[in-house]
């Protein structure tokens, strides 16, 4: 196996024979098999740790699944601002009961509305200083928190694109987003922004 930058190799080595579960990996300066992978973070203990931080979030049953800032254009609940949708993504039902939305800053800044949330279903929380403790600005992290120090994926706060919002595409491994049609409150699939919409004229 080699690297090779602009036709000239800059690292080389012998892929070995493995079990299921090793990897290779650069560890001082020589390539070693490790049943301890760290990909995306370094090879040590530290970034091993990350590592199973970051999976470990992959499973929280609660998910950050929708972010809509005031900038999108789009009002929430008759006026524009920030709001931040967490979603069920597991079979089962589960109580948001100790679970907390922030900016890093203070993990329990904003506790969840109490409720049992059955497979697949949402919930909307509305996001300014005032009412959370913290807003949502370009840059910023938004984190979900849960009982016993659990973390959820924490989604970051990019430029948003006018009349959209930045969604939960799928569930599974990595968990990644993207803009779409704003569905705040209601699952990020056909028929979620017609909901939405149907309830800002009602509500």
């Not at 659990?150 to 799928?170: E, H, N, R, Y």
Request: charged share 15%; hydrophobic share 35%; proline share 7%.
């Amino acid at each position: 196996m080699k690297q090779l930058t602009n036709g000239k190799i800059i690292a080389q080595a012998k892929v070995r024979s493995m079990l299921d579960d090793q990897v290779m990996m650069l560890k001082t300066g020589a390539y070693q098999l490790s049943s301890a992978p760290t990909p995306g973070f370094s090879n040590d203990n530290a970034g091993r740790e990350a590592f199973l931080k970051g999976a470990a979030a992959q499973n929280s049953p609660l998910q950050i699944s929708e972010l809509l800032l005031s900038d999108s254009g789009i009002p929430y609940n008759g006026m524009l601002q920030d709001a931040v949708e967490v979603m069920n993504i597991t079979d089962r039902m589960i109580n948001t009961r100790g679970w907390y939305l922030s900016d890093g800053s203070d993990p329990y800044a904003c506790p969840l509305p109490e409720a049992d949330l059955a497979p697949g279903q949402c919930i909307a929380v509305p996001i300014s200083k005032q009412t959370a403790g913290f807003g949502l600005s370009v840059g910023e992290t938004v984190y979900l928190t849960g009982p016993e120090h659990m973390l959820s994926q924490p989604v970051d706060c990019v430029t948003p694109q006018p009349g959209k919002s930045l969604s939960l595409i799928g569930t599974g491994d990595p968990l990644s987003y993207n803009f779409t049609a704003v569905t705040m409150g209601f699952p990020n699939l056909n028929g979620g922004e017609e909901s939405f919409l149907a309830g800002q004229l009602t509500g």
